[in-house]
């Protein structure tokens, strides 16, 4: 049986024009005007740089996207994932038709419903009922369609009480939960749905998780979802792909492509690897954090394991010092310490390594900074690093998503529960 392919990108570009004016100069349009009258390539397909946002070029034309290329089938959830920058709003603009693509094309089958920032499609100056309207008369649906799902986009909306009031009026949150419910009730036959739901509450982020489950799963229709929660993302997308300068990076399943992202998505404001080569008698050498693969990292999702390698220089004088570390968060609350005596794990002076591994599960989703000290206790300070390392924990997959924003504590503890009857 053959592929139900609703949605396929064919070698899709889009090229930019850097500077304040939009499309190009005059000279430049006369130019494209001229080479498209003699049948000849637009010239300024060939100039352009790659879509890296964190470096200055040299040219004054960039490539948001540069040959894309995927399908997506009936009913499957797509999720796309990538730094900021990496083109993904941009994708889903030219995937819903706001603009259009420099080169290639996009072929789909079925109304295309797009959720692509805060209020989009909707007028201000009408009432929630009205945008309602208008929006289901641009997805061609009549207006007895359109009533038939009215009580229903209300309610899941939560907007009862306002939906006849103008839409300018309405909080950022709900406008997005009125522009999610229109979009997800008028049975387009694909949602594209970019990173808004950060603008709900963590009710209606659920709700709208599992509003998307539904629809791909019970109704067959197929979504494209644009986030950088992986928590979402894994619960959610049967694919996923990744972008990064404007180009497709990885295409996979979920679960691998979270794997990929976290693997290359380490932020360089965080410290991996701590070097000292000037070590004098006793002190610390090399620290590092690592995975399970032993590469290093800065950005771990909750379920991964985390390694701590630590190699010391160790006098004969100092065999019966103690070394340790301690955890702290960015409100800068201590987590918990951790020390051994170093004369119960080595009896020689020299260079030891050791290998510390942190509790999977355990660390919740913040940004963290470690201490390590080596010292005689209430004898000598032997070498002190202060936060000369630091990383991240990603949300993966817990359910600590769902209390939003919440401070649901430091780590989460998974204690001996039992039943009394």
Request: glycine share 10%; charged share 25%.
């Amino acid at each position: 049986m053959g592929k139900d392919i609703i949605l396929k990108a064919e070698n899709v570009s889009k090229q930019y024009r850097l500077g304040q004016v939009g499309t190009g100069t005059l000279s430049h349009d006369l130019n494209r005007w001229w080479h498209q009258i003699r049948g000849k390539e637009n010239p300024y397909l060939k100039i352009g740089e790659t879509n890296d946002r964190s470096t200055k070029g040299n040219s004054d034309y960039v490539w948001a996207l540069q040959d894309i290329n995927f399908e997506v089938e009936r009913g499957e959830v797509l999720g796309i994932i990538g730094k900021n920058g990496a083109g993904k709003s941009t994708l889903l603009k030219i995937l819903s038709k706001v603009t259009a693509p420099t080169t290639g094309s996009i072929k789909s089958r079925g109304r295309i419903a797009s959720l692509l920032e805060v209020g989009t499609g909707f007028n201000g100056e009408m009432t929630g009922r009205e945008n309602i309207f208008l929006n289901g008369a641009i997805l061609g649906m009549t207006k007895k369609e359109i009533a038939s799902k009215l009580d229903e986009i209300v309610e899941f909306s939560g907007c009862q009480r306002y939906i006849d009031t103008p839409v300018k009026r309405y909080s950022s949150g709900m406008t997005v939960r009125l522009a999610f419910a229109v979009a997800a009730f008028l049975e387009p036959e694909i949602l594209v749905i970019d990173e808004v739901l950060a603008v709900g509450d963590a009710e209606f982020q659920k709700k709208a998780i599992g509003k998307m489950q539904d629809v791909s799963k019970q109704e067959g229709r197929t979504v494209l979802f644009v986030s950088h929660n992986m928590a979402a993302i894994r619960q959610l997308c049967t694919k996923t792909i990744m972008m990064e300068n404007g180009m497709i990076i990885f295409e996979g399943s979920t679960n691998d492509g979270i794997d990929y992202y976290l693997q290359s998505n380490q932020y360089e404001g965080y410290k991996g690897i701590y070097n000292n080569e000037s070590v004098g008698e006793s002190g610390f050498v090399n620290i590092s954090l690592v995975d399970k693969e032993n590469v290093n990292r800065t950005e771990f999702g909750f379920d991964e394991s985390i390694v701590i390698k630590i190699k010391v220089k160790v006098a004969r004088q100092h065999l019966k010092a103690h070394l340790g570390f301690r955890l702290v968060d960015r409100k800068e609350r201590v987590i918990f310490t951790s020390e051994i005596k170093l004369s119960d794990k080595i009896s020689e002076a020299g260079i030891h390594q050791f290998e510390v591994k942190l509790p999977q599960k355990f660390l919740v989703p913040n940004q963290f900074n470690l201490t390590f000290g080596l010292h005689l206790p209430n004898v000598e300070l032997i070498d002190y690093r202060e936060e000369c390392l630091s990383f991240e924990i990603i949300e993966t997959g817990s359910d600590l998503h769902i209390y939003g924003k919440n401070d649901y504590g430091c780590v989460f503890v998974d204690c001996n529960w039992g039943i009394i009857n």
